[in-house]
């Protein structure tokens, strides 16, 4: 098994994945550079991650390929054409679906939890006030986290782990997920309740075509009063335009976010990025997922499906 290994990775990973086969390593590869390898050499297998990878494995790259297999060590799949794949009968391996596995990595939730005390206390901009020299508290007064409602947007295993570290810095809870029973948790009706009763917002979401862009004006126009947005799903699960414009009118009172709606595009481009300094955002490159634990965990595990091929 020939195997293009097209993002970074650890000795040990590497030692397990050439347990599976020869591979050729080339972790900041771009898509030119990843379609003439696929023209060039007969690679079977290609392993890869969406953190790294900012654009698709799609008909451009993998036409007239010999790839008959994709590993991804990841739940999201918006970086591979599955209907492609599909069609052309490539399998794509992921972790979606090892729950198992995944019940061990709470560095996305984590992550979230960290994006909302960050946004809530304002410490970037305070940090950067700081290192200006200038020491002044009074324009960062910040919010105290168990006197306010956090609504959780999606109750599965990442939206639960910080629906509990909410609740257990004396948050009340609040959640919408049509889909799953909210336990303990209070439920929303509806997706415009719960930001009619919250003060913070955390999506908790895969990306589909009833999720693309749900987090919009209409729904973030039924807050009754500024809330904190955090998304760690996937940047299509919000109009971006419309968070910016909700930022500009005070509806949202900022937004604190890991993905955006375009990663495979021009990022300056993104409404976004092009708002960080005039407005309360914080973006961080897709690294909910990057601890050393995490990747260790999920990396390997998807590597092993290899080895029931």
Known sequence: MKILCITPITDSMMENLKSRGSVDYHPRADKMLVRSLLSDEDYGVVFTNPNKQNFMLDEEVLRDSAVSIICTASTGLNHIDIEYCRKNHIKVLSITKDYVILEKISSTAEHSFALMMSLIRKIPTSFDSAKAGRWDWESFTGRQINQLTVGIVGLGRLGKMMAKYCDSFGAKVLVYDPYVDAGKYTT????????????????????????????????????????YLINTSRGEIVDERDVVNALENGTLAGYATDVLEDEFGDLSKSPVLKSCDDLNIIVTPHIGGMTTDAREIAYNAAINKLGEQ
Do not use: M, R, Y
């Open 188 to 227: 929303a009706d509806s997706l415009g309740e719960l930001f009619s009763h919250s003060d913070v917002v955390s999506l908790h979401v895969h990306v589909s075509d009833d999720t693309k862009h749900f987090i919009n004006k209409s729904v973030i126009e039924e807050a009754t009063k500024p809330l």
